[in-house]
């Protein structure tokens, strides 16, 4: 008999259609209901990404099926089932748990699809995660984080590799690189958070294995909230290297992102590129990394060695 391990992939969830979005939104503001002005606001991205379409739902299914299929493959001796659990939408991460455990599974890992930890993303996951599985009496350890796995790393680089060659005509030099990952509040400074270093690493390691010598780390995607969020912003890098250094190409490289989303199909592929076009600026991005393989080999890796740690 083979050994029959649960795999808990977490993340974020999107809504399945527009009519969700009201309660997606609600679950993210942890139960408190968007004004009608930020609800419309919201509604207005999804509908300005491909007519409401929300990619982040197929694109974490393929991703689970491929993790579950590179599992199998690559370490034949052990069953691996992968289960769906999703921080803001169904299956949410306890109904993940809880199939695990309904299905007679008593030993389980968790990974995130987001390489870098921070107590705000993957430390809530886990959270959750955790203290289901203690309800519930499933044996679970986590993969915290795998930012420097140089599978990815390795994704990363062809990324960049390949984007730069949209600047035709342009040397590699004169093109911004611009890293970016979704901002936090900045109070995670003051609990010594990693995630900021875990990004910086993953950034100078793709820029070094690159040669890319031109380059810096943004945020994107802050909240508007009264509090304020780690900054400079990707908006705002743009506004300033275009005026005080007279930067005219720039690439984007998405570093904490695996898959297409609201937060890159819309913040970056419509908001950013608007204004560089309102700047005169050439700017693209790099693919997401949605099911590349060695992004999956990299899941797997860090899977199994998350499991042999565990004993
Ligand atoms: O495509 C989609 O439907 C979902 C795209 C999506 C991803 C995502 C990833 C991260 N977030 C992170 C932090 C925060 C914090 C808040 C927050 C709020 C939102 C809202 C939307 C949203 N996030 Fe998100 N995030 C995505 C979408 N996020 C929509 C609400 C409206 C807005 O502010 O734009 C503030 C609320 C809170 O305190 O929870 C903080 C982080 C990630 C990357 C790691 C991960 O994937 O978990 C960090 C994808």
Redesign the pocket.
Known sequence: MKRRIGVLVM?????ESLDQVEA??TH???GHPPTAE?LHE?TS??EAIVGGF???RENTNKQVAALEETLNRTYPDIEFVCYQGL?HASPFIEDGVQQIVSDGINEAVGV???P?Y?V???GG?IKRAQEKADELGLKITFVKSYELHPKLIEALTIRVNKALGKFEGVPRDKVRVIFT?????EQILQMKDP?PDQLLATSRAVAEKTGVTNWQFGWQ?A???ATPWLGPDILDILEKIRKEEQVENALICPV??V?D???V?YDIDIEAQALARELGMHLERTESLNTDPLYMETLADVVHAQIERAG
């Open positions: 993340s974020y969830g999107t809504p997606y939104y993210i503001r942890r930020q919201l991205r999804y929300f990619p982040l921080k995130v699809l987001a870098h921070s705000m993303s993957v996951y990952a979704h901002s936090l509040p995630y995607s909240g508007k909230t904490g992102f898959s989303h609201l937060e199909l």
